[in-house]
């Protein structure tokens, strides 16, 4: 149990980690975060070559290591982990995998989340007990939900492709719950996962051994890239900070410099989640969680270990609209939002209202502070508005000239750089929470997205509707 040796080094003064905390320029929890991570990755080469053939005691295996892991970065504060395993455990015993259960899973857990972050959230970038949990909060709730499209199954109602491969028919015993919820390769910062899949891999449905080669490859290469990025984060948040952001002299600089910083800023901001992401991730794959089927190429059949992906890189980089930077990031959460909040709220008989209470939702789950919602606002209103314009410009017959001359090179640069720059204002609210602090940075922009993203459906729309009408491909065949 090195992580529990390590902490008590701590509590007697001896642990390396201050030390080698104040080298690098970080702080002690934020670099126990980061060798936890990486731990990871030496434990699935161990679990492979030496305790893989355990299989009555996976779950144990799993539970032990993620209780190490926690114990090491949160002390005796992990026990609030257990907090849900312990309820979900109870309630499905007692009410059945229904309707109930997963309404009753889904208020508690966020109630406990919201709970969490009243009590321990500061100005600061924090790194408590909330942060595993506000990921255990995802997959307790999609579990509670996969065990009520198991039951629908068994009562014969015909489920949806992706609710098929999710939906949970047996009740999953203790064992299970702990080993789900502590795999350590991904406790503390995600990726999620459904019980299924762990339950696959628990039983060796997936050609670990057959495999290996092809598995260990995939691994390696995530690792290297997470670390990568993580030298890039570091290297890039020297350069480009918040604090020069709120300070005097970032409002004495041009504006079209503001805004162009402000995007640097962000960019780099959002590598400290892709690179904690990608480490992850090749620990998934080293673990051989992350197995997703064949892929048919010239030469046959190629292993694919990205199921448990979530950031897709080149999409990410290449990105000129929000949508791009949405399919891209954070993907296993986008996939809970869809699967399990967007879709459950097809009765409201309105997109957009059910993209409304998704993105309400995602704000609450990340925490209570002003500039999480003016985020999600901010998300809300650009996609808006995106979908509305890309769907006028793509009825004319501009839209089709503009991609098939030499112009479409500038557009691209001007589609680069609109999003490159309004990703940074509208990310800085969610990195400042604070409502001051993220209103004086708004303030320095001039609250320019509010100007061009607000009016669009009373103002921009109708003029621009009006503009277009001579161009419109239905005109011109008339």
């Known amino acids: 149990m090195i992580g529990v040796?390590?902490?008590?080094?701590?509590?007697?003064?001896?642990?390396?980690?201050?030390?080698?905390?104040?080298?690098?320029?970080?702080?002690?929890?934020?670099?126990?975060?980061?060798?936890?991570?990486?731990?990871?990755?030496p434990l699935a080469i161990i679990f492979n070559k030496k305790l893989r053939e355990n299989t009555e005691y996976k779950n144990v295996i799993f539970a032990l290591m993620g209780f190490d892991i926690a114990v090491y970065n949160f002390g005796l504060s992990f026990a609030h982990n257990l907090v849900p395993v312990a309820v979900?455990?109870?309630?499905?015993?007692?009410?059945?995998?229904?309707?109930?259960?997963?309404?009753?899973?889904?208020?508690?857990?966020?109630?406990?989340?919201?709970?969490?972050?009243?009590?321990?959230?500061?100005?600061?970038?924090?790194?408590?007990?909330?942060?595993?949990?506000?990921?255990?909060?995802?997959?307790?709730?999609?579990?509670?939900?996969?065990?009520?499209?198991?039951?629908?199954?068994?009562?014969?109602?015909?489920?949806?492709?992706?609710?098929?491969?999710?939906?949970?028919?047996?009740?999953?015993?203790?064992?299970?719950?702990?080993?789900?919820?502590y795999f350590p390769a991904c406790f503390l910062v995600g990726p999620t996962f459904s019980f299924r899949r762990y339950q696959d891999f628990v039983r060796d449905v997936y050609p670990i051994k057959s495999e290996e080669t092809q598995m260990a490859s995939q691994a390696m290469k995530r690792l290297l890239q997470g670390l990568g990025y993580l030298i890039a984060y570091?290297?890039?948040?020297?350069?480009?900070?918040?604090?020069?952001?709120?300070?005097?002299e970032f409002g004495e600089t041009s504006i079209v410099y503001r805004h162009f910083y402000c995007g640097m800023w962000a960019h780099f901001a959002l590598y400290k989640y892709i690179s904690c992401w990608l480490l992850a991730e090749a620990s998934c794959i080293r673990f051989g969680l992350s197995f997703n089927g064949y892929e048919d190429t010239v030469n046959g059949k190629v292993s694919q270990w990205d199921a448990c992906n979530n950031i897709i890189l080149m999409e990410f980089e290449g990105a000129t609209k929000f949508q791009h930077y949405i399919n891209s990031f954070n993907c296993n959460t986008n996939y809970f939002a869809s699967e399990y909040v967007y879709k459950r709220l097809k009765?409201?008989?309105?997109?957009?209202?059910?993209?409304?209470?998704?993105?309400?939702?995602?704000?609450?789950?990340?925490?209570?502070?002003?500039?999480?919602?003016?985020?999600?606002?901010?998300?809300?209103?650009?996609?808006?508005?995106?979908?509305?314009?890309?769907?006028?410009?793509?009825?004319?017959?501009?839209?089709?000239?503009?991609?098939?001359?030499?112009?479409?090179?500038?557009?691209?640069?001007?589609?680069?750089?609109?999003?490159?720059?309004?990703?940074?204002?509208?990310?800085?609210?969610?990195?400042?929470?604070?409502?001051?602090?993220?209103?004086?940075?708004?303030?320095?922009?001039?609250?320019?997205?509010?100007?061009?993203?607000?009016?669009?459906?009373?103002?921009?729309?109708?003029?621009?509707?009006?503009?277009?009408?001579?161009?419109?491909?239905?005109?011109?065949?008339?």
């Open 5 to 41: 040796i390590l902490l008590m080094m701590t509590w007697v003064n001896l642990s390396p980690i201050p030390y080698l905390a104040n080298i690098i320029g970080t702080t002690v929890p934020a670099l126990q975060l980061l060798l936890s991570i990486l731990w990871g990755y």
């Open 88 to 181: 979900i455990y109870l309630t499905t015993k007692l009410l059945g995998p229904g309707r109930n259960n997963a309404i009753i899973t889904l208020i508690f857990n966020m109630v406990y989340l919201l709970n969490g972050y009243i009590q321990t959230e500061s100005e600061d970038y924090d790194i408590t007990w909330t942060m595993p949990h506000c990921v255990l909060t995802l997959k307790v709730i999609a579990l509670s939900f996969d065990l009520w499209d198991g039951q629908k199954k068994k009562e014969g109602v015909v489920l949806s492709a992706n609710t098929s491969k999710t939906a949970v028919e047996n009740l999953p015993e203790i064992l299970d719950l702990l080993g789900f919820i």
């Open 234 to 248: 570091q290297v890039g948040v020297t350069v480009f900070n918040m604090k020069y952001m709120l300070s005097d």
């Open 347 to 478: 009765f409201l008989g309105n997109r957009y209202l059910s993209q409304f209470f998704t993105l309400l939702f995602l704000a609450l789950w990340h925490g209570i502070r002003s500039g999480y919602y003016m985020t999600f606002f901010n998300e809300y209103i650009i996609i808006y508005m995106e979908k509305e314009l890309e769907a006028l410009l793509v009825q004319t017959t501009i839209y089709d000239k503009i991609w098939n001359s030499s112009a479409k090179s500038l557009v691209y640069v001007f589609l680069k750089s609109y999003t490159f720059v309004f990703m940074g204002w509208s990310l800085a609210p969610f990195d400042l929470k604070i409502f001051w602090k993220w209103w004086h940075v708004y303030s320095s922009l001039y609250f320019s997205g509010f100007l061009i993203f607000l009016p669009w459906p009373l103002v921009y729309k109708p003029l621009l509707k009006k503009a277009l009408k001579s161009y419109s491909k239905k005109a011109k065949e008339t």
